[in-house]
């Protein structure tokens, strides 16, 4: 991963790769690439400077997908109910008074 610097590395005790990643706090969290939201474990976020910038509660990856999803598809049928009463465009009107 060019411009990053990540290292990988692999202990053999299971299918798990370990990426030493060389940003911490906000500056990890930035990066799109690296963020894990949520799924951070309480020890990556001592370790990597993340306390009190992420929600208190842990979330696995998978949870995350299925909670976006499931406000996903709520924001399509909200969309889908709201359809017929939006109004088919805005006007502004600004009075310039001199």
Same mark, same amino acid.
């Not at 930035?30 to 976020?45: H, I, Q, V, W, Y």
């Not at 842990?58 to 976006?68: C, G, K, M, N």
């Given at each position: 991963?060019? @411009?990053? #610097?990540?290292?990988?590395? +692999?202990? @053999? /005790?299971?299918?798990?790769? /370990?990426? #030493? *990643?060389?940003?911490?706090?906000?500056?990890?969290?930035?990066? =799109?690439?690296?963020?894990? @939201?949520? =799924?951070?474990?309480?020890? $990556? %976020? &001592? =370790?990597?400077?993340?306390? @009190?910038? !992420?929600?208190? +509660? *842990?979330?696995? !990856?998978?949870?995350?997908?299925? &909670?976006?999803? $499931?406000?996903?598809?709520?924001?399509?049928?909200? %969309?889908?109910? /709201?359809?017929?009463?939006?109004?088919? %465009?805005? *006007?502004? &009107?600004?009075?310039?008074? #001199?």
């Amino acid at each position: 991963m060019a @411009g990053i #610097g990540l290292n990988t590395s +692999h202990d @053999g /005790t299971d299918d798990t790769d /370990t990426i #030493g *990643v060389p940003l911490v706090g906000q500056t990890l969290l930035d990066c =799109a690439l690296l963020n894990k @939201g949520t =799924a951070f474990s309480e020890d $990556e %976020r &001592r =370790a990597l400077g993340l306390l @009190g910038l !992420l929600p208190p +509660h *842990v979330e696995t !990856l998978e949870d995350q997908v299925s &909670r976006a999803y $499931e406000e996903y598809q709520a924001k399509d049928s909200d %969309r889908d109910a /709201t359809s017929s009463c939006a109004p088919s %465009r805005v *006007v502004t &009107r600004y009075a310039i008074r #001199g």
